[in-house]
Structure formats: C-alpha cells, structure tokens
C-alpha cells in the first residue's frame, strides 16, 4: 500500500462551518481547482452524503471516480474509492480539532495509488501539492462565508 501524506492548517471557524464546507459535493467545482463535478449519489440518514461521483482534471491527472464517505459528526470525515480510471485506490480524510471558538486545527491525510506507475519522489511532490492546494482552498471558502 502506498505512503500516506499528511498536512495541516488552522482555519478561522468553527467545526460546523467547515464539515458543511467539506460535505457540501455539488459546490465544489465553484471553490476547487480540479473537481470538475461532484455528484452526490446516496446520502445517509444524517443527510450527508455516503457515495459521491467525481470527474477530475488536476493536469496530469484527469479521472472519473466515486468514493464512500463515512462521517463521525464534525470531527472526522473519511472516504475510500469505490472505483476510478487513474486510480487504483484512494484513502482520505479530514479531522478537525477546535483550538479555540472560531478556530479550528484542520489535519488532511490522503493515500493515492495511480493505475500508471509514478516515481516515489514525483508521487509525494503531486500529493503535496494537491493537499496544500485543497487546505489553502478549504480555507479560503470557509473563511470567505463567513464574511
């Protein structure tokens, strides 16, 4: 199984405010950069969703793929894929952990295993860049709402 990659931020808000940044799919071609189509397919009976279908165009990484989220509240999200084209296996997550009231210490762990062979050191720089990208984007459109 492929390393898994881990990276943090602080964010000005609330837990609350940030799970239903992250749980709301059908805006996140508004706010990312590479999620093209988000489409919820079966929600749980908290209401959030339980599968979603993805079309991705992140350069050198273009994929359709569905993953299954399973939620524990607004501490902790986490998905695994169900299937894709580039992507043999994707396992992520978000944990949120308040520090304060209205500030709240995000931690994003993904591992991504790509059905084209890709070197290590390539591998972890793509994987970098694309969670500080979606940190620094989650970020800005819970921050932005909150304006």
């Given at each position: 199984?492929?390393?898994?990659?881990?990276?943090?931020?602080?964010?000005?808000?609330?837990?609350?405010?940030?799970?239903?940044?992250i749980a709301d799919f059908p805006q996140y071609p508004v706010w990312t950069?590479?999620?093209?189509?988000?489409?919820?397919?079966?929600?749980?009976?908290?209401?959030?969703?339980?599968?979603?279908?993805?079309?991705?165009?992140?350069?050198?990484?273009?994929?359709?793929?569905?993953?299954r989220y399973e939620w524990e509240g607004d501490r902790r999200v986490e998905?695994?894929?169900?299937?894709?084209?580039?992507?043999?296996?994707?396992?992520?997550?978000?944990?949120?952990?308040?520090?304060?009231?209205?500030?709240?210490?995000?931690?994003?762990?993904?591992?991504?295993?790509?059905?084209?062979?890709?070197?290590?050191?390539?591998?972890?720089?793509?994987?970098?860049?694309?969670?500080?990208?979606?940190?620094?984007?989650?970020?800005?459109?819970?921050?932005?709402?909150?304006?």
């Amino acid at each position: 199984m492929p390393d898994e990659s881990t990276q943090s931020i602080t964010i000005d808000a609330d837990p609350p405010e940030i799970m239903a940044v992250i749980a709301d799919f059908p805006q996140y071609p508004v706010w990312t950069g590479s999620v093209k189509r988000a489409e919820v397919l079966e929600t749980g009976p908290d209401g959030r969703a339980r599968r979603v279908a993805f079309a991705l165009d992140a350069g050198i990484v273009r994929d359709q793929y569905e993953l299954r989220y399973e939620w524990e509240g607004d501490r902790r999200v986490e998905w695994h894929l169900i299937s894709g084209q580039m992507m043999r296996a994707q396992d992520g997550s978000y944990v949120l952990r308040p520090e304060r009231p209205g500030r709240t210490h995000v931690t994003y762990s993904l591992t991504v295993d790509l059905v084209i062979p890709m070197l290590g050191l390539l591998k972890r720089k793509a994987e970098r860049v694309v969670m500080d990208t979606a940190l620094k984007e989650l970020k800005k459109r819970v921050e932005g709402l909150r304006v």
